[in-house]
């Protein structure tokens, strides 16, 4: 059973920045891809930026030029530097892993609370 752990969220200014990490357990494999999603009341759950083992990212067009999303394959980890916060990126943010491509093996942390509040 794969557990992903997030830390880094919080409280943060507007044009402030935060840093998230998650990592990921259990695995033998290091996961196809990682990503964080994230959540805001009321609305639905959205891909914020993924990362592939490759390296090869994408991300929301809300948040292109804001943020970056890194990982490091021997430890499993992937992390979200968020620059430039706005008030619209406040959300619980989750990280996901799909350890394998093609099958149902798909994870999701407990999820980390950030707010952009002035």
């Known amino acids: 059973q794969v557990q992903l752990v997030e830390s880094g969220g919080g409280l943060v200014q507007p044009g402030g920045s935060l840093r998230l990490s998650c990592a990921a357990s259990g695995s033998i494999f290091s996961p196809h891809v990682m990503a964080w999603y994230r959540q805001a009341p009321g609305k639905q759950r959205e891909l914020v930026a993924g990362i592939n083992s490759g390296g090869r990212t994408n991300y929301a067009d809300s948040v292109k030029g804001r943020f970056t999303i890194s990982r490091d394959n021997a430890k499993n980890t992937v992390n979200l530097q968020m620059n430039s916060l706005k008030p619209e990126d406040t959300a619980v943010y989750y990280c996901?892993?799909?350890?394998?491509?093609?099958?149902?093996?798909?994870?999701w942390g407990q999820g980390t609370q950030v707010t952009v509040s002035s």
């Open positions: 996901y892993a799909k350890v394998r491509p093609g099958v149902p093996d798909d994870y």
